[in-house]
Nanobody, 126 residues
Framework: QVQLVESGGGLVQAGGSLRLSCAAS????????MAWFRQAPGEEREFVAA????????YYADSVKGRFTISRDNAKNMMYLQMNNLKPEETAVYYC???????????????????WGQGTQVTVSS
């Protein structure tokens, strides 16, 4: 089992920055991929970014490329999402997720992830 706990959400003005953190515990060594998803009210859960176990490869949704950076510190069992130049439409609950398998074709498919955190609210005001 893997437990994930997000933190770092909050209220920020458009154009501002936030850094989300995800603390992992349990059998984290078995997780091939960790990722961030987000979900706005009434919307589908949306892929944001993912990173492989070693941190050697990262993947981003087109909408966040160049503004968001995903990283992880395996020694601390932590994953981060640095979000810059935030937009009001990015207001959502942000979730940390982990999966045991590395399949690039389904990297952005939320149903393929095995473990989820409880989410942290990010609100971007205009």
């Amino acid at each position: 089992q893997v437990q994930l706990v997000e933190s770092g959400g909050g209220l920020v003005q458009a154009g501002g920055s936030l850094r989300l953190s995800c603390a992992a515990s349990g059998r984290t060594f078995s997780m091939a991929v960790m990722a961030w998803f987000r979900q706005a009210p009434g919307e589908e859960r949306e892929f944001v970014a993912a990173i492989t176990r070693t941190g050697g490869s990262s993947y981003y949704a087109d909408s966040v490329k160049g503004r968001f950076t995903i990283s992880r510190d395996n020694a601390k069992n932590m994953m981060y999402l640095q979000m810059n130049n935030l937009k009001p439409e990015e207001t959502a609950v942000y979730y940390c997720a982990a999966r045991a398998t590395l399949t690039i074709a389904t990297m952005a498919t939320h149903t393929r992830y095995d473990y989820w955190g409880q989410g942290t609210q990010v609100t971007v005001s205009s």
